[in-house]
C-alpha cells in the first residue's frame, strides 16, 4: 500500500541546481530512515545519502547535496547544487522501517523503493 514516486529530474549544465522530490503515499509515513541513491549507467546503485534523526551523505556529494523531509506534505527532497558529470544517473529515494542502518546505507536495508527520476548533467 506504500508507494513512493520520485520527480524533479531533467537536464542540467554543470554547476547548475536541481531538486528531487519523493511523494510518499499509503497507510503511513513512519519510517525510521529514508534515503536516496542513485544509478549511474553501467555502475552499481549506490547511497547518495540517508536521513533518519540525522543525515548522512556520501563523501562524493557531501557538501552539494542535501536531503530534507516535509512531514506536512508526506514528501522527501533532496536539494543538488553544483552538479558534475559524475552525478548523471537515476536516482530513487527509498524508506526502512530498520532500527538500524549501515553506514553507508544498504540497498537490501529498505523495504519501498520509487521507481527513479533521471537526472542528466551535461558538460
Known amino acids: 500500500q506504500v508507494q513512493l514516486v520520485e520527480s524533479g529530474g531533467g537536464l542540467v549544465q554543470t554547476g547548475g541546481s536541481l531538486r528531487l522530490s519523493c511523494q510518499v503515499s499509503?497507510?503511513?509515513?513512519?519510517?525510521?530512515?529514508m534515503a536516496w541513491f542513485r544509478q549511474a549507467p553501467g555502475k552499481e546503485r549506490e547511497s547518495v545519502g540517508i536521513i533518519s534523526t540525522d543525515t548522512y551523505y556520501v563523501a562524493s556529494v557531501r557538501g552539494r547535496f542535501s536531503i530534507s523531509r516535509d512531514n506536512a506534505k508526506n514528501t522527501l527532497s533532496l536539494q543538488m547544487t553544483n552538479l558534475k558529470s559524475e552525478d548523471t544517473a537515476v536516482y530513487y529515494c527509498a524508506a526502512g522501517r530498520r532500527d538500524y542502518y549501515s553506514t553507508p546505507p544498504a540497498r537490501e536495508e529498505f523495504e519501498y523503493w520509487g521507481q527513479g527520476t533521471q537526472v542528466t548533467v551535461s558538460s
Open positions: 499509503g497507510r503511513t509515513f513512519s519510517f525510521n530512515a
